[in-house]
């Protein structure tokens, strides 16, 4: 049986589901083809990936092709970085344990917390930045006027907030904004905002 290292895990599951690399689930083709690679779409409590056999290596065959678990192993899986915010129900996110084991990450949606014990908002979203976890964000959409308010925004206590994380975060925000029918992004949170632990 072949080990992997944490980080290879962590490259597999963030490539499955199509959150490292190239944009790939882009549409309606897009959504069928996540569902194809992922497996599932709904909890799955053995396996956060879906059903798959990729996890345990495949015999080399001549012309098989190389499984997305050792094309991360051999260095060769387009891993480029990206920023993304997910949602709260997000497969990614079912296995807390795993979350916590692979990345140090605790989450919790904290919707149905009462107000006065929240942490970081009433929905707020990890945000994910190349393979890791660097912070939480609350940005609520008012479809009617067009605009996304950012309520709030939590980096991890270890993040260093970099020109490019800001570049990435300034798109990920005008995309964020987009996808919800948004055409202004509006902000009273600083950038460097205090970091939070939940």
């Given at each position: 049986m072949k080990t992997i290292t944490k980080q290879q895990a962590r490259q597999f599951i963030l490539s499955k589901q199509g959150?490292?690399?190239?944009?790939?689930?882009?549409?309606?083709?897009?959504?069928?083809?996540?569902?194809?690679?992922?497996?599932?779409?709904?909890?799955?409590?053995?396996?956060?990936?879906?059903?798959?056999?990729?996890?345990?290596?495949?015999?080399?065959?001549?012309?098989?092709?190389?499984?997305?678990?050792?094309?991360?192993?051999?260095?060769?899986?387009?891993?480029?970085?990206?920023m993304s915010f997910l949602a709260p129900l997000d497969p990614l996110l079912w296995d807390k344990a795993l979350i916590l084991a692979l990345w140090d990450y605790r989450y919790s949606w904290e919707i149905y917390t009462p107000a006065v014990k929240r942490k970081f908002g009433y929905y707020p979203l990890p945000v994910l930045f190349g393979e890791r976890?660097?912070?939480?964000?609350?940005?609520?959409?008012?479809?009617?006027?067009?605009?996304?308010?950012?309520?709030?925004?939590w980096w991890e206590p270890d993040v260093r907030v970099t020109k490019k994380m800001s570049a990435a975060l300034d798109r990920t925000l005008r995309e964020f904004g987009k996808f919800n029918d948004c055409r202004t992004v509006e902000s009273s949170v600083k950038k460097k905002q205090k970091s939070g632990r939940n």
């Open positions: 959150l490292t690399g190239a944009y790939r689930f882009i549409g309606k083709d897009g959504a069928y083809e996540y569902v194809r690679q992922a497996g599932c779409i709904q909890y799955d409590p053995v396996d956060v990936c879906g059903r798959n056999a990729e996890l345990t290596l495949q015999s080399r065959v001549k012309g098989f092709r190389k499984t997305m678990l050792q094309e991360i192993i051999e260095g060769q899986h387009d891993l480029k970085p990206r976890f660097v912070g939480r964000i609350e940005a609520v959409p008012d479809r009617k006027e067009q605009i996304l308010t950012v309520k709030g925004l």
